[in-house]
């Protein structure tokens, strides 16, 4: 399905022609609106799942505490199909509900670029997950992120793997898309900081079926450590196994998805001791441990990066709106970018002028299929 950038102007103009005091229509209404586009079908429907849990979790608690300007908070969704014209789509429709008055957008940095420039058209805030540090420094004032960016996941990992395993002689695997190249570069130049040069730079493209051949490139390069970057979990499930089935089993220091539910699930014990940096770990701060009973009290799952930022996303966007005692789009960007030393699921939000919350990342290890908190690493550029 294809959404040209003509079809969604024709369909915002629409919205944008009406007049003004239709735009704050959310303020006027019986609900404060909330839309998030999150995929419902396509290979990351499950990890959607967990992104609505988390939205919807965060959702019930502000409303029970008495919402926003004294209103009751409304979700609207729609499915972006786990594609980039399919995010095009669903935040075209969200974004013609002029009574929405901010948004969740998605955790892959590709269908973020995607649906930027709509963003930017509409003029209202958007809390993302895209990890590519590009996102909020190319002149986008509606864009926030609600993970920590890969500028810094690149020089933890190569910190991590250099000074605490010791290791030198690097691969580096990641997805040729957007987020992929991006965290790849990332981590090279962590590496280069530390007077490291990779042995291998291996792309791979996004929904392969066959990793033989990536396998035997790293197998055949003499690294003795692994740094991966994949955007997809099912991907990530299906080369664990084949490393392991060709019999590498060097020790490997990978981006968030290596911890995903979704992914220990596909990969099992071939993710046994390996390390990653995530966002999320539930041992990280009071915080995260509250958040982590409560999901595990409201689903009977374990909670993992994909719910925990829409959980925080909503949490702010409430903050935000209620400091601001307004809807009006730049009054509540103002009031996120105020907002320091706020205590969220995902770690300590004090938000920069870029619109990115979070600076740091945690090490964890998976043990035995338990991922173990090792430590946090507030990161510096």
Known sequence: MKLTRRDFSIGLAAGLAAPAFIRSAGAQGATIKIGQVLPVTGSAAEQGKFALNGAKLAMAAVNKAGGVLGKQLELVTEDDQTTNPGVVLAFSKLAAQSDIVAFLGSIRSTQVHAMAPDVLKLGKPVAIGGTDPNLTHMGNKWLFRFRPNDSYSGSVIADYGVNTLGKKKWAILHSTDAFGTAGGKALTEGLDKLGVKPVLDQGYANQSQDFTPVVLAIKQSGADVLGSYFTFENDL????????????????????????????????????????????AEDSSEASKAYGKAYRDAYK?????????TYDAINVLA?????AKSTEPEKVREAILAIK??????????FDANGDGLHGYNIVKNDKGNIVFDKHIEATK
Not at 341 to 350: I, L, M, V
């Open 341 to 350: 030393k706020y205590a969220g699921a995902e770690g300590e939000y004090n």
């Open 301 to 309: 799952l374990a909670p993992d990066n994909q719910s925990a930022w």
């Open 319 to 323: 903050k935000a709106m209620n400091t």
């Open 237 to 280: 499930g299906i080369f664990a196994r084949q490393l392991r089935q060709l019999g590498v089993n060097i020790p490997w220091v990978g981006s968030p998805s290596i911890v995903g539910v979704s992914s220990t699930r596909l990969a099992g014990p071939t993710l046994y001791g390996t390390y990653g940096v995530a966002d999320y």
